[in-house]
């Protein structure tokens, strides 16, 4: 069969445009079909149920109208008989199609105006899909471009088979780019919008820098060093901490390279940023005095529950550990996790001095003694009248200068003086109204008993429906810095796993759960506790197997 000019020339142009877009051809081919469809509803009535075929060989345009098998014909223009559709093909069904050949068309002005705009839309739109598809897996990759223009700050990227952005925000402080200045940036977000895909690139973010240290350190890509973490001020400064999985090899030389060549490259990219290379350890203590580097710490305090620390420093150190603008000890709680407190030594001795002399007065107080009893009592460690009221005696009487008999009536009268607060918290919660019920649950004592009530808990219903949170409190970390939130018992001396078996203890009571139901969930737990373990061992057991073999 010959093909005419016209048929070549279109598989030509479809051709031409799959190759310049960049698109599959049979998604340029269905175009031009949909455009054709459209132009023949123009002619034989948009009511019309028109197919066009486009044969991807030869170039040949079928057209057909399509006519829906009915018992009884509404519409001669999309619809056909049963009869009269079984004369055509002995198999239809009502619901079927019957296609029936139309005539070749030639096209008018107006008819081809619209089926040129048909095939840019749908050009456009696979255009669109291909580059959404093409840079949607390259999230997290650093990625090479010509700078197009520069909009209100903002960095238009011409990536060669489509166009990034790089917002203000996402470039390093007093970086500037011109038309056709090449540019390294690392591909955070891809979004498919209204108006096409839009691939967000950043200069600013901490991953960034970790794939340049990837690109420069053989050791990295090779999964023989791991960074655990980092922490930027970009263009000011940074923090890396580094891990090696080799005991042979040094994380931290083998980042900054011979003669600083490696990490030079890196700063050299990020416009001369300060780059502290630090040994992560596990011990979080360890961890964050090598994160607060070059400066010098004497002593650490955890609090592992708050996830706060305060590091004491000398006090010629203390500029050092904060930095210029609290830079160092930011970027360092940033490295870490942790909220960092920083103390010269002259104020944790006086912020030790003003606690012992809190706990003297207290026992001055509490157990009319004289100040020298109450700081002997406070420089023995006592912090509470409860651990001198509770503590074997014989404790107490060990203290030099103490005997049994004068052991004895310091508990006895820090025994009174608790039963006289017992008796007032007692007296506010009923003037609260608590329910003498609340007072049944395990860990429970007369100061959460207020408490409880202050906050307009009074039932074993309401206390039912507490979480941990609203308890104990909780914290967010949102852009480096953390934010505690106090719970209605925060300040007291309880654990989680005690205001848990509170918790549970509650609903039992309240009939929300049963024994049985806690008995089932226990035994699912242990069942896939078991599967884990099983399934650790059957890989253990293929591993031997393999050596074996």
């Known amino acids: 069969?010959?093909?005419?000019?016209?048929?070549?020339?279109?598989?030509?142009?479809?051709?031409?445009?799959?190759?310049?877009?960049?698109?599959?051809?049979?998604?340029?081919?269905?175009?031009?079909?949909?455009?054709?469809?459209?132009?023949?509803?123009?002619?034989?009535?948009?009511?019309?149920?028109?197919?066009?075929?486009?044969?991807?060989?030869?170039?040949?345009?079928?057209?057909?109208?399509?006519?829906?098998?009915?018992?009884?014909?509404?519409?001669?223009?999309?619809?056909?008989?049963?009869?009269?559709?079984?004369?055509?093909?002995?198999?239809?069904?009502?619901?079927?199609?019957?296609?029936?050949?139309?005539?070749?068309?030639?096209?008018?002005?107006?008819?081809?105006?619209?089926?040129?705009?048909?095939?840019?839309?749908?050009?456009?739109?696979?255009?669109?899909?291909?580059?959404?598809?093409?840079?949607?897996?390259?999230?997290?990759?650093?990625?090479?471009?010509?700078?197009?223009?520069?909009?209100?700050?903002n960095v238009i990227v011409d990536l060669g088979r489509g166009e990034a952005i790089i917002r203000r925000d996402e470039l390093i402080p007093r970086e500037n780019f011109r038309y056709g200045d090449r540019v390294r940036a690392y591909v955070y977000d891809v979004r498919r919008e209204q108006r096409g895909p839009q691939i967000f690139l950043s200069r600013t973010h901490p991953q960034f820098m970790v794939k340049l240290f990837t690109m420069e350190v053989p050791e990295i890509y090779d999964g023989i060093i791991e960074l655990k973490s980092v922490?930027?001020?970009?263009?000011?400064?940074?923090?890396?901490?580094?891990?090696?999985?080799?005991?042979?090899?040094?994380?931290?030389?083998?980042?900054?390279?011979?003669?600083?060549?490696?990490?030079?490259?890196?700063?050299?990219?990020?416009?001369?940023?300060?780059?502290?290379?630090?040994?992560?350890?596990?011990?979080?203590?360890?961890?964050?005095?090598?994160?607060?580097?070059?400066?010098?710490?004497?002593?650490?305090?955890?609090d592992e529950d708050a996830e706060r620390i305060e590091v004491v420093v000398p006090d010629d150190q203390l500029s050092l550990a904060i930095g210029r603008r609290g830079q160092n000890v930011r970027l360092a709680s940033q490295l870490t996790g942790w909220d960092i407190d920083i103390l010269t030594e002259q104020e944790e001795s006086e912020r030790r001095q003003k606690e012992f002399n809190e706990r003297t007065e207290l026992f001055m107080n509490a157990l009319n003694v004289d100040e020298m009893v109450g700081q002997v009592l406070a420089s023995e460690g006592f912090s509470q009248v409860e651990e001198v009221a509770y503590v074997d005696v014989s404790e107490v009487a060990s203290i030099e200068g103490f005997d049994e008999?004068?052991?004895?009536?310091?508990?006895?009268?820090?025994?009174?003086?608790?039963?006289?607060?017992?008796?007032?918290?007692?007296?506010?919660?009923?003037?609260?109204?608590?329910?003498?019920?609340?007072?049944?649950?395990?860990?429970?004592?007369?100061?959460?008993?207020?408490?409880?009530?202050?906050?307009?808990?009074?039932?074993?219903?309401?206390?039912?429906?507490?979480?941990?949170?609203?308890?104990?409190?909780?914290?967010?970390?949102?852009?480096?810095?953390?934010?505690?939130?106090?719970?209605?018992?925060?300040?007291?001396?309880?654990?989680?796993?005690?205001v848990d078996e509170m918790i549970v203890a509650a609903r039992i009571a309240a009939g929300w759960i049963t024994e049985a139901d806690l008995a089932v969930e226990a035994v699912d737990e242990d069942i896939e506790a078991e599967g884990e373990e099983g399934g650790e061992a059957s890989e253990e057991v293929e591993a031997v197997t393999e050596v074996v073999d």
């Open 1 to 153: 069969m010959a093909v005419s000019a016209n048929r070549l020339e279109l598989l030509q142009i479809a051709d031409a445009v799959a190759r310049e877009k960049s698109i599959d051809r049979e998604i340029v081919l269905e175009a031009m079909a949909d455009a054709i469809q459209k132009a023949a509803r123009s002619r034989y009535g948009s009511e019309t149920n028109i197919r066009a075929d486009i044969n991807p060989k030869t170039g040949e345009i079928k057209l057909q109208r399509l006519l829906e098998v009915v018992e009884a014909v509404e519409d001669y223009s999309t619809q056909i008989a049963l009869q009269t559709a079984l004369d055509q093909n002995p198999e239809a069904q009502l619901g079927d199609f019957i296609a029936e050949p139309l005539p070749p068309m030639d096209f008018g002005r107006i008819a081809a105006q619209s089926a040129k705009q048909v095939i840019v839309q749908k050009v456009r739109e696979a255009e669109r899909d291909r580059q959404f598809d093409e840079f949607k897996d390259r999230v997290g990759e650093i990625i090479n471009g010509t700078v197009k223009r520069v909009e209100y700050g």
């Open 231 to 302: 922490a930027r001020d970009p263009g000011s400064r940074a923090k890396i901490a580094v891990i090696s999985n080799d005991s042979s090899i040094d994380p931290v030389g083998a980042c900054v390279g011979m003669r600083g060549s490696r990490v030079q490259a890196v700063v050299g990219e990020l416009q001369g940023e300060k780059i502290d290379i630090i040994p992560w350890s596990d011990d979080p203590a360890s961890f964050i005095v090598n994160a607060l580097q070059p400066a010098e710490v004497a002593k650490v305090v955890l």
């Open 405 to 498: 008999d004068t052991a004895q009536e310091l508990q006895s009268r820090a025994a009174e003086y608790l039963d006289a607060i017992e008796a007032e918290l007692e007296g506010k919660r009923v003037e609260l109204g608590v329910s003498d019920e609340l007072r049944a649950l395990p860990n429970m004592t007369s100061v959460m008993l207020v408490k409880l009530g202050e906050d307009g808990t009074k039932t074993m219903e309401d206390f039912a429906g507490y979480a941990a949170d609203d308890l104990l409190g909780w914290s967010e970390r949102k852009e480096g810095v953390t934010t505690r939130f106090d719970g209605i018992f925060t300040g007291l001396d309880i654990s989680r796993a005690e």
